[in-house]
Every structure is written in C-alpha cells, then in structure tokens.
C-alpha cells in the first residue's frame, strides 16, 4: 500500500524567518490533481536536460518540461563556444590544468578528468546529428579564451554557438518517439514520499491548473539564476528556480556563493544587457577606461585574458577610479568583414545602436552571468535525495570549484547530461527505481499579513543583490541584505499564489538569501567569491566547500 505523507500543514510565517522552509510552495493533494505518469522526467531544455532525455529515451518513456518555450534557455543565448582538446597540439592534462587554476583550489579533480576527457567523443556525436561548429581548412576551427593556455574553444556561425547547440539536440530529442516536450510548464516543487525519496514534480501548465507529474525517475537542469541581479546576461526564465525547490525538498546544495560575473556586456543606459563574448578578447580585442587608457596590465599579468572573475574586478575596481559607469572595448584595429563574419549576433547588434567598430568603442561593464554552485551531485549527477539526479547550471560537479573556466559549461552540459542520462537507465534497469506513488496531502494555513506587490519586490531585491551581494562584497552589506530578504520573505512566503511570477519572487528570495549566508560564512576571497575585508586566500580555514545544510 503507498505510504501517506507525515506533511499534513505547517506554520506559514515565523518558521520562514527562522531558516525553516516551507515545504510546498502551493496546497497538494495528490488524490484530486490532474496526473501524467512516466518513466522519467527532466525539468529542463538547455543543453543538459536535453541531452539527458535523449540518453534515457533509449528505452524509457521520457517527459521534459520547460517552463517557458524550449528555445528559452543559457544554452541558448550562449555566444562564446565549448572547450574540449580537438586539436593534436592540445593535451587533456593542460585542459584539466587550466580548470583546476581557475577553480582556485576546490576543484574535484576526479570530476574534471572525467568531463574533459569524455569532452571530444560527444562535440564529435554533434557533429555527427547535424551541428553546423565553424571550420578552418577543413578543421574545426577552435580559439583562445581568457584562462585557456591553448586554443580550444569550438565555435558555431561565429557567435551563435549555443544556438546552434540546442538546436542540434532539440531536433534529435524531436525525433524520438520516447521523448515528449511539453512547454509552458511551471515545476513549483518536487514530490517525495515518506523516505524522502523523489515520485515527481508537481506544476502549472497555465491552461489547466495544477498537475502532478509522477516518475520514478527525476533530472533537474533547470538552469541558473542571474535574473536574481539587476545586472544579468540571462534570459528572463533564469530566477534559481530548480535550486529553491531543491532546497525545499531536502537536497544538500553546495557553493552558493561562488557567483560568476561576466566582464564585458554592453552598456546602453536604459537598454538591457547583452553579453559580449570574451572570445572577442581572445581574438585582440583591448579594454579601455574612459580617458582611453589600457589598464587590464595593471590588474593581471595575463592582461585581457585574465580570467573572468579577475577581469570583472579590475574593470569595477577602474570605474571606481575614474568615477564611470563602464569601460570600453576598442576593435578599431579589426578588419571590419572579418568582425561581421566572426560575430554577427555582436555585429548585429552594435549596429543597432549605431555604434560604428572602426571608429567607435564599444561601452561594457561586468553582469552576472553563471551560477557556479547548485545542487551537490556525485560524479553519476546523483543528488542527496534518491531518485533525483542534477546537472547542468543547477547542479554543484566539482568541475568548476571556485570559478568557472570559460566556454566549459556546454561541456559540462553535454558530459553530465549524458551522464545522468546514463545513471537512469542503468538505476532502472536494476530495478531500484521508486514505483509506488504515494498519497500526498500538504495544506498552507490562511495568512493575514500584508500583501506585497511581487513584482515591486522582485526589482527590489535584483538591486538589493547587485548593490549587497554582488562582485565584490563586505560583512556588513551582507548582514543588510540578509536582514532585508528575510522581512520580504515574512509578507511573501506566508502566502499561497497561483502564477508562475509569484512563485519565481518566492524562490528568488530563497535563493537569494542562501547566496547572501553562504558569501557571509567565506570570510576569504576565493575565485569568484571577493571580501573586501578578507581579500586573500585562507587555504587553512576555507579550502573546503560550504553545504547548506551544513
């Protein structure tokens, strides 16, 4: 007989000031929700979800759903490539050499030999389904980024790379009568019975209410979080949704405050971000102040090729300076076919803002970008709790340790999705996966407190993030930040609401709030984690990852 779950009701107000989640975000009965059944289900369709459901889709029923359209996601908007040694110049130990520096220390080195070197086999299996990576004399034609000793970087119609990427799998994955895609699709939390084991997902298709997906197999790649600053590169479904419901359902998270922030997205004011690849800089492009000045030589020997968190600072630390609102990239000396050839989405997109390359610099300052910590997984995409796998953007590898390396994340994406594809299989084939389907019964008490305009809170809390939490980072803002995330959460996390908006503002103050704790316990500066007051490396207390819970 299937197990009743213990969760009948809870206190929706001081237990959320205190550090005590809610468990469900909405009221769940799961003897009256609508339901689909499968044999696996993956919450997302980026490049790690994507290929995730391919690999299992070898013999199981797949569900992926999305909570916007399927071409919404990082993978994407990704411009800049995927590393991986292609080249007979290029070694597998110099690529892991790389990692491990940029990763400051925290690395887990099993888990980056294990993504580089099975890297090559699956760029190759894209190619193989169609994917159109530029060539050069017949050869893929890879390139240098900051923090890559050697040329590596794969790159697809220029600047298109993850486009072209997801493409590629969203066609593949089209074509498999075992995978159904539903978009416009909210995953408002997981299921899980009595042993904390995952049944599934309960969510909000927006035509027919609630539903409840039960599968004895889940996949979380849902992404990042950048939506959660004022300044991001991520497209607007980025708001840390599949870390808040993580979280709520019990999983060990690690690393949060490991944020990366790109170095170079075009500042127009009044216009949104819009990332500027670094691969810009690997090809020559310089960074300017506003006197015209070159200054990355002042910051880092590696100058524009320093690595992104340093390259981040130096550009903030020189606003500060010359008391600007950005810094400049200069291409004038770039052969101007060769820049439309190279980068057109870039091209395309200066040129609407009549910003002319041999004559004009191109005005940049840091966003956020990448979330290097998430939901912890072993090196099979295993979570803590049984029968939920992660990877991708939300999960926390140990590939990247401190600080992401760039252009590995596609990697990652490809290595680990095929990964947790893999473990799934390989789960149900041993027959270990969960079955039975418990009967869940939560029920949210009525809350009187004030209601607040989420969306007011939201734009309130992005600039909270930026101005507190943001590239650099002190005792005190933290402090702050915390004090003020946890009196919004007191007026919006007592509450039950019925849209996708609403409970984005409520996993965005879970999230946040996470970050800013995590960021206050590192009292060193590490990677992408910055404390102006405990600017170095403390190897004796902080060589180590920070779990939540601890």
């Known amino acids: 007989m299937a197990s009743q779950s213990k969760d009948r009701a809870q206190p929706a107000g001081d237990e959320v000031v205190l550090g005590k989640p809610r468990r469900y975000l909405v009221n769940v009965d799961s003897t009256s929700t609508n339901q689909l059944f499968t044999d696996c289900l993956v919450i997302g369709a980026g490049v790690a979800g994507l290929r995730a459901a391919i690999e299992a889709a070898e013999s199981l029923k797949v569900i992926v759903v999305c909570k916007g359209q399927v ?3 990082n993978t994407w908007n990704a411009q800049g490539g995927i590393a991986s040694v292609l080249e007979a110049e290029d070694t597998f130990e110099s690529h892991v050499a790389d990692t491990l520096k940029t990763g400051c220390g925290i690395c887990d080195q099993e888990v980056v030999e294990l993504v580089i070197r099975r890297g090559p086999e699956l760029v190759k299996q894209l190619l193989s389904w169609g994917a159109e990576f530029d060539r050069k004399d017949g050869r893929l034609d890879v390139t240098r980024e900051g923090g890559h000793s050697r040329a590596r970087i794969a790159h ?3 600047d298109e790379t993850g486009r072209i990427i997801a493409q590629t799998l969203i066609k ?3 074509q498999l009568p075992n995978i159904r895609i539903i978009e416009g699709f909210y995953a408002i939390d997981l299921l899980t019975d009595d042993d904390n084991r995952c049944v599934g997902l309960i969510g909000c298709d927006g035509r027919s209410g609630p539903q409840i997906i039960w599968s004895p197999n889940t ?4 992404g990042g979080a950048g939506r959660l600053y004022r300044e991001t590169t991520n497209p607007e479904v980025a708001t840390g949704d599949g870390i808040a419901l993580a979280y709520r359902a019990g999983a060990v998270l690690r690393d949060l405050e490991f944020v990366q922030f790109h170095p170079t997205t075009l500042y127009i004011a009044g216009a949104s971000r819009a990332l500027i690849t670094e691969t810009l800089r690997g090809e020559g492009a310089l960074l300017l102040d506003n006197k015209g000045r070159r200054f ?3 910051y880092h020997e590696s100058a524009e090729l320093a690595p992104r968190d340093i390259v981040s600072r130096a550009i903030l630390s020189q606003m500060r300076k010359t008391e600007a609102t950005h810094v400049y990239l200069d291409v004038r000396h770039f052969d101007k076919e060769f820049f439309a050839k190279r980068f057109p989405l870039i091209n395309e997109l200066i040129n609407s803002f009549d910003i002319d390359i041999t004559n004009d610099l191109i005005p940049v300052r840091p966003s956020a970008h990448y979330m290097v910590g998430g939901v912890k997984t072993d090196t099979s995409a295993r979570t803590s709790i049984d029968n939920l796998y992660a990877c991708g953007e939300v999960a ?9 390396l760039g252009s590995n994340s ?12 893999q473990a799934v299989l390989e789960c149900t084939e041993a027959g270990a996966s969960q079955t039975k389907r418990p009967v869940i019964e939560y029920q949210i008490p009525h809350s009187d407190r004030t209601r607040l305009d989420t969306e007011d809170v939201r734009n ?14 002190i005792d005190t803002p933290l402090t702050e930040a915390q004090e003020i995330i946890r009196f919004w959460q007191r007026y919006v996390m007592d509450k039950v609401f019925d849209s996708p908006e609403d409970w984005e503002c409520q996993n965005m103050l879970t999230v946040s709030l996470l970050i800013a704790q995590a960021a206050q316990q590192r009292c060193e500066s590490r990677g992408t984690h910055f404390r102006r007051d405990f600017p170095d490396i403390d190897d004796k207390n902080f060589k180590e990852h920070i779990e939540i819970p601890s």
Do not use: P
């Open 296 to 298: 990355m030589k002042d």
């Open 396 to 404: 926390s590898t140990g590939l990247h340790g401190a600080n992401r």
């Open 410 to 421: 596609l990697l990652e994406g490809l290595v680990f999705g095929k990964i947790a594809g």
């Open 172 to 174: 593949q994955a089209r």
């Open 460 to 473: 309130s809390l992005r600039a909270l993030m930026w101005r507190n939490v943001g590239i650099t980072r």
């Open 71 to 73: 071409e919404d996601s």
């Open 156 to 158: 697809a119609h220029g």
């Open 219 to 222: 996949i979380l790649a849902s």
